[in-house]
Structures are given as structure tokens and as C-alpha cells.
């Protein structure tokens, strides 16, 4: 009896032991791995910071700013980015910190991205389509998300780094519409329409076709008037043809208004409008109601926060703007609102400035522009003879930081170094 008891006894010592150990063990494993879940979620955020710097890096590409970022405040850290430029590309380094305290941070991460910067700036870019419906003369490129249409004859002429060309992102029938007369007046020209690439097609470059196919990317070919000065790409997979979200040629984020209306207003000769190199900032819309209602130089700038009272247009010019001796200097920004059109031209429009819309512009008899036009998520329709002459216009009172970049983008991206 006194043996069993004992051997009893040894048997709990002996598993009070073990318990003990496992318990010990099972302590430090839960110790490890919420340390290493801790580590984790630090060196995951040192990463997101990091990849935050590169994105700020690449919109000051954009407005072909090439200078070391210093530290930045981020979401609970820090980043800062070097640049090497290794025309065209851009090697750029970014270290993101995770921890307020930049001196002792929790963790950190650097990461090493090769980007490409797409030149040139464009006269036209618009998110949707363009139609045009009279006679055209456009000096510069012009891009579209979906498809562009010319209903009477068009010009076509280089200007400054743009051959004059047409880009189209979209791959349909008729994605490029000519149904008269065509020139393109400054030789290495192109057309090109995408392609798509998932059904093993491959791109169709080609001059001008006398007999062309309904059904093609661009047609008619036939109209083309001076065939050996444009080449056209059907099917088209290069980066000319990528489709893009629109990312404005000046930095309109950066917008700060001078002078601001809460609801919309209307100008007449009586009540005239005059800028004074300011900017404009209207929440509710405006209406310009005769030639003499606008003065002045600067921004008229819409976004469609404040009272429209029942207004369906953001900018709505009722008169002649400019003369065609004295073209008006202003810039028209629309950034948002529920309006059917965002900018509105009634009349003869002879201006030098930058036009951006959210959605669609309209214009009707002669319409005239020194600048460029950009279009994010609407269409452009154009009644009358239109001329479009592309100036990148930077430096341009009171908006700033214009760009000939049109795009920048990721080649290749990788961790170099592991967070601490």
C-alpha cells in the first residue's frame, strides 16, 4: 500500500513537472508570437508608409519636380524619397519609418521603384468621346479614353514636343471617325487605336487604305488627304494607347481661392465680373450673360458644393469671349457638382488658358483656344470651326505648375531592404 501511495506520488511530482514545462513553453510561445504579430503589423506599416512616399513622389514627377523628398509626416510615421535620373526612367528609393518619434522609430523599410515618365503634354485629353461636328484645325496631340469623331474636314499640325496626332484607348469599330477631308499637314504622324492583346491579336500598322473596312479601328482611311505624312496602328498595345485616368496637367488640388461665392451668380453688363488676376471660386455656378459681364485676367473655378438654384450648368457663357485680336486670358476649372454640362460656350470663345472639366464641355460657333482642354470623366462636343493650338502654359497666372508629363508609372518595384 505504502509503495503505491509513494509511486502515486512520484507520478504527480513527475506530471506537475511536465505541466509545469509545457505550461512554461506554451507562456513563451504566446509571448513570441504576439511579439512577432506586433512586429509583423510594424513592419507592414513601415512598408505601406514607404509605398505612400513613392506615390507622392510620382505626382511630383508629374509637375516635373525631380528633388529629394524630404521627411514627411504620414499616418503614424515618416517617408522620405531620392531620386536618380536615368532619362527616361526614374530610380527612386523610398524609406518609410513607422513611429511618431522619427529619432527612435518601431520599425522601418526601404523600397526601390523604376518608373517611366510619358512626355509630350496634349492639346485635348478627355475621359470619354469627342465629336466634332464643323472644321477643325488642332495644333498637338489629342487622346481619348473611348472614341473620337470628325464630321467635316480637319487639320492636323505638330506642336512643340506633339507631332499632332490622334491616340485612342479603346478598342472598337470606328474608334477613330473621319467623314470628310483629313490633313495631317507636319509629317510623322499617327493614328493609333487599342488592340487587345488577351486574344493573341497583334497590331496593324499601315498607311492610309483607299478600301477601308467599316469595321476597322479608324475609318474612313480614304479621306485621308495626305496619306504619306500619318501612320496608322489598329490594334495598338503601347503605352500610347493605355487607357488613362486623367490626372490634370496643373496641380488644381492646390487651388485656393480669392474670392468665393456660396450660390450661384449671374454677371451682365450691368453687373460685370472682373477677375483681377484672382481666382473665383463659384460653389453654385455662373452665368455670364453678355460680351462686356467678364474683366480682367484669372480663374473661374466651380465646385458645385454650394446652392445652383436649379442651374444645370457649371459655367455657362451666354456671349463672345475674346476677340480674335484679343484672346482672353482666364483659366475655367470645374471639380464638381451634378451639373449636365460643366462648361458651357455659346458663343464665339477666343481664350489663352487651361479648361478642365469633371464631366462634359460644350461649345457652339467659333471656338477658339491658346492652352489645352482636359476632360476626366465626360465627353467634348464641339459645333463649329474649332481651332485647338497647344500651349503648356506654365507659369500661367494664378494657376501654376503646368506639365508636359502625361503619365508616370511603375516598370519594376521591390523591398531592398527588410524592415527593422
Excluded at 514627411?72 to 535620373?85: H, L, P
Excluded at 526612367?89 to 518608373?115: C, E, M, W
Excluded at 482636359?374 to 502654359?393: A, C, M, R, T, W
Aim: negative net charge; proline residues 3%.
Amino acid at each position: 500500500m505504502q509503495n503505491k501511495k509513494a509511486t502515486a506520488l512520484i507520478f504527480f511530482i513527475v506530471l506537475t513537472f511536465v505541466l509545469g514545462i509545457l505550461a512554461a513553453t506554451l507562456v513563451k510561445i504566446l509571448r513570441y508570437q504576439t511579439r512577432y504579430t506586433v512586429l509583423s503589423l510594424k513592419k507592414t506599416q513601415a512598408f505601406y508608409i514607404a509605398e505612400a512616399g513613392l506615390q507622392h513622389k510620382m505626382n511630383e514627377l508629374l509637375r516635373g519636380n525631380t528633388d529629394y523628398l524630404t521627411l514627411t509626416a504620414f499616418d503614424g510615421g515618416w517617408y522620405e524619397v531620392s531620386v536618380n535620373d536615368e532619362n527616361p526612367y526614374y530610380i527612386l528609393f523610398s524609406t518609410g519609418y513607422y513611429g511618431k518619434d522619427i529619432s527612435k522609430p518601431k520599425a522601418i523599410t526601404k523600397l526601390k521603384a523604376l518608373v517611366k515618365l510619358k512626355l509630350g503634354g496634349a492639346t485635348l485629353r478627355v475621359g470619354q468621346k469627342i465629336n466634332f461636328q464643323n472644321a477643325v484645325h488642332i495644333y498637338g496631340d489629342i487622346y481619348s479614353n473611348e472614341q473620337v469623331s470628325f464630321q467635316n474636314e480637319v487639320h492636323f499640325y505638330a506642336k512643340e514636343k506633339q507631332t499632332g496626332s490622334i491616340y485612342v484607348s479603346q478598342d472598337i469599330a470606328n474608334a477613330v471617325s473621319f467623314q470628310n477631308e483629313v490633313y495631317f499637314e507636319s509629317g510623322n504622324q499617327y493614328i493609333k487605336t487599342r488592340g487587345n492583346s488577351a486574344n493573341g491579336e497583334l497590331p496593324y500598322e499601315h498607311t492610309p487604305l483607299s478600301n477601308d473596312d467599316p469595321t476597322s479601328g479608324v475609318y474612313d482611311e480614304g479621306e485621308i488627304q495626305t496619306p504619306q505624312n500619318v501612320t496608322i496602328v489598329e490594334r495598338d498595345n503601347s503605352e500610347d494607347t493605355d487607357p488613362f485616368e486623367l490626372i490634370p496637367m496643373f496641380d488644381i488640388s492646390s487651388l485656393i481661392a480669392d474670392v468665393t461665392y456660396d450660390t450661384h451668380k449671374t454677371f451682365d453688363s450691368a453687373n460685370p465680373l472682373n477677375l483681377n488676376d484672382k481666382t473665383h471660386l463659384f460653389r453654385g455656378g455662373i452665368k455670364l450673360q453678355s460680351e462686356d459681364a467678364l474683366a480682367g485676367e484669372g480663374t473661374i473655378w466651380v465646385d458645385g458644393t454650394g446652392d445652383a438654384l436649379g442651374n444645370t450648368i457649371g459655367v455657362d457663357f451666354r456671349a463672345n469671349i475674346g476677340t480674335i485680336t484679343d484672346y482672353k486670358r482666364i483659366n475655367v476649372i470645374v471639380t464638381g457638382g451634378t451639373w449636365d454640362y460643366d462648361i458651357w460656350f455659346q458663343n464665339n470663345t477666343f481664350v489663352e488658358g487651361y479648361i478642365y472639366a469633371e464631366n462634359n464641355i460644350h461649345a457652339q460657333n467659333e471656338f477658339r483656344l491658346k492652352g489645352a482642354i482636359e476632360i476626366k470623366n465626360g465627353n467634348g462636343s464641339f459645333q463649329n470651326p474649332v481651332y485647338l493650338e497647344y500651349s503648356d502654359l506654365i507659369g500661367f497666372l494664378p494657376v501654376e505648375g503646368g506639365s508636359t508629363i502625361l503619365s508616370v508609372k511603375y516598370v519594376s518595384f521591390e523591398e531592398i531592404t527588410p524592415a527593422k
